[in-house]
């Protein structure tokens, strides 16, 4: 079946890209899978439909749902969990974006280590550089959530 074909290759290059972004690829293809699934799935139905260990189900989960791009639903009268796909990118942008000001203000702790102007600059124009990429990316994000309605920046 193409459709098939084309879901699983969906669901790796989510996987891949994820990977980048320094998730796991497990946790990147998990979170293909329920972009596709239009109701919530079990953690065993998950590691069926990719292979994977119920342990690298479980793993992958709890770190989309740290990112806030998954959530779990509880199963009344019963200790197994559902989880569905919450988010999009947006979640994934921000983190990045909260991780990168910490790395700016590292950068900036380091103005006064420097040898010379010269250093200072170079130092200078790098804390530039990430703090445009920063106030890009937000302004696109506020952008979408403007667009999408949602009030959260």
Do not use: C
């Given at each position: 079946?193409?459709?098939?074909?084309?879901?699983?290759?969906?669901?790796?290059?989510?996987?891949?890209?994820?990977?980048?972004?320094?998730?796991?690829?497990?946790?990147?293809?998990?979170?293909?899978?329920?972009?596709?699934?239009?109701?919530?799935?079990?953690?065993?139905?998950?590691?069926?439909?990719?292979?994977?260990?119920?342990?690298?189900?479980?793993?992958?989960?709890?770190?989309?749902?740290?990112?806030?791009?998954?959530?779990?639903?509880?199963?009344?009268?019963?200790?197994?969990?559902?989880?569905?796909?919450?988010?999009?990118?947006?979640?994934?942008?921000?983190?990045?974006?909260?991780?990168?000001?910490?790395?700016?203000?590292?950068?900036?702790?380091?103005?006064?280590?420097?040898?010379?102007?010269?250093?200072?600059?170079?130092?200078?124009?790098?804390?530039?550089?990430?703090?445009?990429?920063?106030?890009a990316g937000d302004r696109?994000?506020?952008?979408?959530?403007?667009?999408?309605?949602?009030?959260?920046?």
């Open positions: 079946m193409p459709e098939l074909d084309e879901q699983a290759e969906f669901i790796e290059s989510i996987g891949d890209a994820l990977a980048s972004w320094q998730l796991s690829r497990a946790t990147g293809r998990v979170y293909g899978f329920l972009l596709l699934r239009t109701e919530p799935e079990t953690l065993d139905s998950i590691a069926a439909e990719l292979s994977l260990s119920s342990g690298g189900v479980s793993t992958a989960v709890r770190e989309l749902v740290s990112w806030g791009l998954a959530r779990t639903i509880p199963q009344p009268g019963s200790r197994r969990l559902r989880v569905e796909a919450i988010g999009g990118f947006e979640q994934l942008l921000a983190a990045s974006h909260e991780r990168t000001r910490t790395f700016i203000r590292t950068l900036r702790s380091g103005a006064t280590l420097t040898e010379g102007e010269r250093a200072r600059e170079r130092l200078r124009a790098v804390v530039g550089l990430f703090e445009g990429y920063v106030d696109m994000l506020r952008r979408h959530r403007d667009d999408e309605g949602d009030p959260r920046l």
